[in-house]
Every structure is written in structure tokens, then in C-alpha cells.
């Protein structure tokens, strides 16, 4: 237990001072943490709304973030060039989740296009119907895609940093939502980079 906590500890760590320095980018976490938490109250009542939502407010506004916000330039926190840190990402790096996002786009366009699944599912008879499919298409992708990551992880590292990276990508909602409900505070100072004093020389 005290490896596995030093261990997501560690990683979440590593997430926070080398990938979130934008205090648009925090908030567009904490916007993100709150309505995962709300599809994960949801995904006991209707998994395919749940998903619905955790994939088109809380992926889109987490991703966005990511893509737009944060800086990708040399970063002077942690000494490390942006090239470095895409290297050794834990989890879903810029790459891959160019392919994860591509794959969650094409999913309805595969329904629309093909609304059997070529015979694996009913077709929708409407726009409700149409959604819940699109809605358990993106449930089976997340799951999809943490496993694979896992996976991967195990392949080029150890089992353990797969399955130690998979509880923290499940319960980030709620550490991001501790760590970022300040963000949207210091944005509205007009503080658009976090000083990052409490990583520094660590």
C-alpha cells in the first residue's frame, strides 16, 4: 500500500508541474473534474448519457486546455524542453491522443454512416436512439482506452505504473477539483501563468 501511494503520488506530481503551468488550462480542469464527477454519479443510472457528457463537456474542455492554453515552449519550472516531457509522459501524450480524439470523432460518423455496427447492434430509429449508440460507442472507447494505455505501460515499464497510472486517471476528477478550485481566482487577477513557486528546486 505505501509503494502504491507513493507511486500515484508521484505521478500526479509529475502531471501537475509539467503539464498544467496555465491558469486557463486549470480552470478548464476544474470545469472538466465537476461534470466527470457528475457522469460518474450518472453512469449507474444511464452509461450512455454519462458518457455523452464525459466525452463532449469534460474531454473537450480538459483537452482544450491542453491543446490551446498550455505553453509547449522550454520549460524554466522543471529544466526540460517540451520534445522531453511528450517523451516521457505517463499517460496520453500529445500523439496519442490526437489518435484517441480522431477515433472518438470518427464513432459517430460510423454510426450515422453504418447504424448497425454491420450487424453487431439495431439500428436507432431516431435522434434519442442515434445518441444512446454514439453515447455507449464513446463508454466502450474510454474503457478501451485506459486499458490499452495500461497495456502499454506494462509492456514498457511494469504492471504495477499501468495500474497505478489507471487509478489516477479514474480519480483525478476529484484530486483536480482539491487541487485547481483556485485557478479560476487567480485568472480573474489576470494571472495567466501559475509562478509555479511550490515546484520549483524540488
Do not use: C
Amino acid at each position: 500500500m505505501n509503494r502504491y501511494l507513493q507511486e500515484l503520488k508521484t505521478q500526479r506530481w509529475d502531471d501537475h508541474r509539467y503539464y498544467h503551468h496555465s491558469r486557463i488550462n486549470q480552470s478548464l480542469h476544474l470545469l472538466s473534474a465537476i461534470f466527470f464527477v457528475i457522469s460518474y454519479g450518472l453512469l449507474f443510472i444511464e452509461p450512455a448519457w454519462a458518457a455523452l457528457l464525459a466525452w463532449s463537456v469534460s474531454m473537450t474542455s480538459r483537452q482544450a486546455g491542453h491543446f490551446f492554453f498550455e505553453p509547449r515552449g522550454y520549460d524554466e519550472v522543471n529544466q526540460a524542453t517540451d520534445e522531453h516531457k511528450e517523451a516521457i509522459k505517463i499517460g496520453y501524450n500529445i500523439r496519442r491522443k490526437i489518435v484517441l480524439l480522431g477515433v472518438w470523432a470518427a464513432a459517430p460518423v460510423v454510426l450515422w454512416l453504418e447504424p448497425t455496427l454491420f450487424g453487431q447492434i439495431a439500428a436507432a430509429g431516431n435522434w434519442l436512439e442515434f445518441l444512446h449508440d454514439v453515447g455507449i460507442s464513446w463508454l466502450a472507447l474510454g474503457v478501451a482506452g485506459l486499458l490499452f494505455r495500461v497495456g502499454q505501460l506494462w509492456i514498457q515499464q511494469d504492471m504495477w505504473t499501468g495500474l497505478v497510472w489507471a487509478s489516477k486517471i479514474i480519480t483525478d476528477p476529484f484530486h483536480d477539483i482539491m487541487l485547481y478550485y483556485k485557478a479560476p481566482l487567480a485568472l480573474l487577477r489576470g494571472e495567466l501563468i501559475d509562478p509555479m513557486t511550490h515546484a520549483r528546486h524540488r
